[in-house]
């Protein structure tokens, strides 16, 4: 059989499959086409990819040359990357010793640069070492340790990766990393059992720079010759292979203790679309720290509910910034599949001391009217937060139902965060067209379209989208558009009809 007849079969094959048992079965190819490296000095077969790492998820990612059609529609847009771990880390970092960490940049669908953006990639970063103890039970950064990195020495026996950075982070490719030393300045070793640690990896945002990504937070567990610190993986929480979130700091000039004090998000890529932090959610968050930076008291005895939290990151930040700057905040519920809870709940568990009592984590799902009850049982919602959940068209007709039942005519107001991605034309004018028969619709910058406002708007004014972002997304931002192709819709419920959307039946 020639290689052109191969290929043509492979192709009908990947067709027929869905998106994961494509990436898996690319993952094998790759593997097992890999050429056999020998080493001369030792006589050993070196194989360029260990075997576990097949089933790592942020490995072997497709590429355009593989299957052009499917993966070009997955780069459209994608101007803001994330720095991620390719392979588990060593989660224990010994004082006083030297350890390396590899990165990858890759977009938010997990998939690497490509072309000539991989070739002229270059990312200097900078890392900071955060830490939460029992006297703070804030995240701020360590004042007991300090730690210093260098670019990753180049090893004699590795002949596999011999490529030599020039600075610590990435240059030419979109994988890098760096070595880094944790000393301890304060001479002191209280609490190291019971202080939680994080490695901060931050773009410097020079005139190197040729790409825009966001910060990496690495849970690790610190070491010396006779205490180990606390350990991430015995603390009851789920354990993923590839361990990681982001770090946010909150504005210092804003917060009581005028100091930095961070928010943390843990995120699970294995866990598919709910594990993960998307481009939407950070634009919806900056819009509402921005109007919380204007009017720090505007959501006080409101109640938002953030639609498909995902990791929750949208209510989480809202409630820090709020708690920061010495006020309550909303009464915030926090919903998603039952599956996906479990991540919300850890996540508000890192930062539970930073956030109060009045966060509530639901289910919800879309279509299902028990659900949708129970949510606006104890109080009518103000304000619905619904980011990047346009992406399944059979599920439209559930999700305008639940925004409907949600919502109170004169009362609530849906922000939705919307970035096109894989959805057809006609796909999308077909969920606008459907929703705008319950809602009136308009770009929240948009005041000429604007419908009346609601109680809240008459109150403290419309949700405006100010350019440049200032808070958490543009601070990472240098080159890419300022919200990465992100569009936020204001939806405002019509008075009652008699053919409100109907729920499905469960």
């Known amino acids: 059989m020639n290689m052109k007849k191969r290929l043509t079969l492979r192709k009908r094959k990947l067709k027929g499959m869905n998106h994961s048992d494509r990436l898996l079965t690319r993952r094998m190819v790759v593997f097992f086409s890999q050429p056999v490296v020998i080493d001369t000095r030792n006589q050993q077969k070196l194989l360029a990819d260990q075997p576990w790492e097949i089933y790592c998820p942020l490995k072997n990612r497709t590429s355009l040359n593989e299957d052009e059609g499917y993966s070009r529609p997955l780069y459209q847009h994608s101007t803001f990357y994330r720095i991620v771990l390719p392979c588990p880390h060593q989660a224990t970092a010994e004082i006083e010793k030297w350890h390396r960490i590899r990165l990858e940049l890759v977009n938010e669908f997990g998939l690497s640069l490509f072309g000539a953006q991989a070739t002229e990639c270059a990312l200097e970063l900078r890392c900071e070492l955060l830490s939460q103890n029992i006297d703070s039970k804030n995240w701020q950064h360590d004042t007991e340790h300090s730690i210093h990195i260098r670019p990753i020495q180049a090893d004699r026996w590795d002949i596999l990766n011999n490529q030599t950075i020039k600075w610590p982070g990435f240059f ?44 990496l937070a690495v849970p690790i567990s610190l070491s010396n010759n006779s205490l180990t610190g606390y ?106 599949l039952p599956e996906a809870l479990g991540l919300i709940r850890r996540n508000y568990r890192l930062n539970q001391s930073g956030i109060d009592d009045q966060v509530q984590i639901e289910q919800l799902r879309w279509g299902v009217e028990a659900d949708a ?107 890419a558009n300022q919200q990465g192709h992100v569009q936020v819709y204001r939806l405002v419920k019509k008075p009652a009809l008699f053919d409100s959307p109907k729920f499905r039946q469960t």
């Open 373 to 479: 009850r129970r949510v606006t049982a104890k109080a009518q919602v103000d304000i619905v937060l619904a980011s990047d959940v346009l992406y399944v068209p059979h599920a439209f007709e559930s999700l305008i139902a639940t925004l409907y039942h949600l919502s109170t005519s004169h009362r609530t107001v849906v922000y939705l965060a919307y970035k096109r991605r894989e959805l057809r034309d006609c796909d999308e004018a077909r969920f606008f067209n459907r929703c705008s028969q319950y809602f009136h619709i308009n770009l929240v910058q948009d005041l000429s379209q604007m419908s009346p406002p609601v109680y809240w708007e008459q109150r403290f004014g419309p949700l405006l989208s100010l350019s440049p972002l200032e808070i958490w997304f543009s601070r990472h931002l240098t080159h």
């Open 172 to 215: 030419g490719g979109g994988h890098g990393g760096f070595e880094y030393i944790i000393r301890n300045v304060s001479g002191k070793q209280r609490h190291l059992t019971k202080t939680k640690y994080v490695l901060h990896c931050i773009p410097t945002n020079n005139t190197k720079q040729t790409v825009d990504a966001l910060s």
């Open 231 to 336: 350990n991430w993986q015995e603390s009851g929480h789920e354990y993923s292979k590839v361990d990681m979130g982001r770090a946010f700091m909150l504005d210092p000039r804003l917060t009581r203790a005028k100091k930095d004090i961070f928010c943390m998000i843990r995120e699970v890529w294995d866990a598919g679309t709910p594990g993960k932090l998307w481009d939407s959610a950070l634009v919806i968050a900056d819009l509402i720290a921005n109007r919380l930076k204007q009017q720090p008291r505007c959501l006080e005895k409101c109640h938002v509910v953030d639609l498909s939290a995902g990791t929750g990151c949208v209510g989480l930040l809202i409630k820090a910034m709020c708690r920061s700057m010495g006020n309550r905040g909303p009464k915030m519920t926090l919903t998603d």
